[in-house]
Structure formats: C-alpha cells, structure tokens
C-alpha cells in the first residue's frame, strides 16, 4: 500500500529525523507563505467597503451599514490631500450614504454633519439637496 502515498520512503527506524529534514527543506517556503497571507489580508478596500455597506442598506440592515460607511470613513482620514480623484469619490459617497443611514435611524444630527462632509469632500447636487432636507427637518422638529 506504499505506492498510495506520495512521500519519499523513510528510515522506519528513525521517522523523526525524517520529519525534522522536511520541516527544514519546507520553512522557507512556509515563512513567506505566511507573510504574504498575513500582509495580503491586511490591506483596506474602501470601495469593497463602500458596496458592502450599500448592499447592507438596501437590505434594511442600517447598523451594519453604518459600521461599513465608517469604515471608509475611517481608512481614508488621514491627509486628504493625498486622496485621488477616484478616493475622493468613494470617501463622499460614504458620507453620504451614511446620511441617509443615519437618516433611517433618526439621528437627524449626525445626518447634517456627515451630509455637510459628503458636500464638502465631493460637491454635487444630491449631497447639496440633501442638507437642504435635513435642515428643514430639523427646523420642523423645532418649530414643533
């Protein structure tokens, strides 16, 4: 039943040296393919976090795309000067659906705040129109 296993024939009376000599010959290639799984696993995607958290939203799972949105919020907050066009674009959409999230759970305060920092960090019509509404319904909550 030898010929159904594929590892080398070895000294039955000393299987430990055996196993020493693989692990030796094998712990390089093991060390680096530890490496780049750790290192690989490591690096953010904001846009994966982005489509997440809209898929949460569209779902009705507000909670988890807030975590998701924040994420991104989170990974692109150091200096926004070194963002690309496209980062640009993926950061005010995620403040900006966070808004609407925000929205969904009736925290009407944070929704201005993040729809002003979607309005800030990428200036368009839906985000501008956005704090127009919330501003008129927080104006409403206080004339009430």
Request: glycine share 4%.
């Amino acid at each position: 039943m030898d010929f159904l296993l594929d590892f080398p024939s070895m000294n039955p009376e000393n299987p430990l040296t055996h196993m020493i000599n693989f692990s030796h010959r094998h712990i390089k290639s093991i060390f680096i393919l530890c490496l780049v799984l750790i290192f690989g696993s490591c690096k953010e995607d904001p846009a994966r976090h982005l489509n997440l958290g809209n898929w949460y939203l569209n779902k009705g799972l507000i909670d988890e795309a807030i975590v998701e949105y924040r994420e991104v919020a989170r990974t692109y907050s150091g200096n926004e000067s070194e963002l690309t066009r496209d980062e640009f674009a993926i950061l005010g959409k995620a403040h900006f659906k966070l808004a609407i999230a925000y929205t969904k759970k009736g925290w009407w305060e944070y929704a201005l705040n993040e729809a002003k920092t979607s309005f800030e960090v990428q200036p368009n019509k839906d985000s501008h129109d956005l704090v127009q509404l919330i501003e008129q319904k927080l104006d409403l909550r206080v004339d009430s």
